[in-house]
C-alpha cells in the first residue's frame, strides 16, 4: 500500500478548507483517511497552517510521499530545514514552524506582459551582440589562417 501526505478538501462551496491527511494513494481526495496531520486554511489572509511535526516524521520515515502541494506548504513553515537540523544532529528546541504562510502574488495579463516584453528585450540584446562578435571576427583574419596559406605556398 502506497501511502501519500496530500490535502483533504473540506469546507463550503467557494470556501475551501484543508486538511494535510495521511492517505494510501488509490482513495479519492474525500475519502476515509488513515491519519490527520495538520490544516491548511488560504481563505484567511495571510493564510494559515497547522502541522502536527511528530506525526508527519512518523509518516514520511514510514515511506509516506508528500504531493507537490504539501511539500510547498511544508517547505513555507519551515518543516524541511528543522527536519534536515535534526537528521544532522543539531539542536532544533528552539525552531517553531511559522503559522502564516505568504501568497506568491498572482500573474495578470500585465504582468505577464511585461515579462514577456523583458524576455524578448534580453533576446534581441543577446542576438545583437553575437552579431557584433561575429562582424569583428569576420574583420580581421585569424593568424592560423594567414600561417596556413604561406605554408602552402
Known amino acids: 500500500m502506497a501511502v501519500h501526505v496530500r490535502l483533504m478538501r473540506m469546507g463550503a462551496k467557494k470556501r475551501p478548507f484543508y486538511r494535510i491527511v495521511a492517505i494510501d494513494s488509490r482513495r479519492p481526495r474525500e475519502s476515509a483517511y488513515l491519519d490527520n496531520l495538520g490544516w491548511y486554511n488560504p481563505i484567511e489572509k495571510p493564510a494559515k497552517v497547522n502541522v502536527k511535526e511528530e506525526k508527519i516524521i512518523k509518516w514520511l520515515n514510514r ?8 511539500r510547498t506548504l511544508l517547505g513555507q513553515v519551515g518543516f ?6 535534526a537528521r544532522r544532529g543539531e539542536d532544533v528546541s528552539e ?3 511559522r503559522t502564516e504562510i505568504r501568497e506568491r502574488k498572482k500573474r495578470t495579463r500585465q504582468i505577464k506582459k511585461a515579462a514577456v516584453a523583458a524576455a524578448e ?3 534581441k540584446e543577446a542576438e ?7 562582424e569583428a571576427a569576420s574583420a580581421e583574419p585569424a593568424p592560423a589562417e594567414e600561417s596556413k596559406e604561406e605554408s602552402a605556398e
Not at 515511506?63 to 504539501?70: C, L, M, R, W
Open 128 to 134: 545583437a551582440k553575437a552579431k557584433a562578435a561575429e
Open 63 to 70: 515511506g509516506a510521499e508528500p504531493s507537490n502541494t504539501v
Open 80 to 85: 524541511w530545514e528543522k527536519l534536515e537540523k
Open 95 to 97: 525552531i517553531a514552524l
Open 121 to 123: 528585450a534580453k533576446e
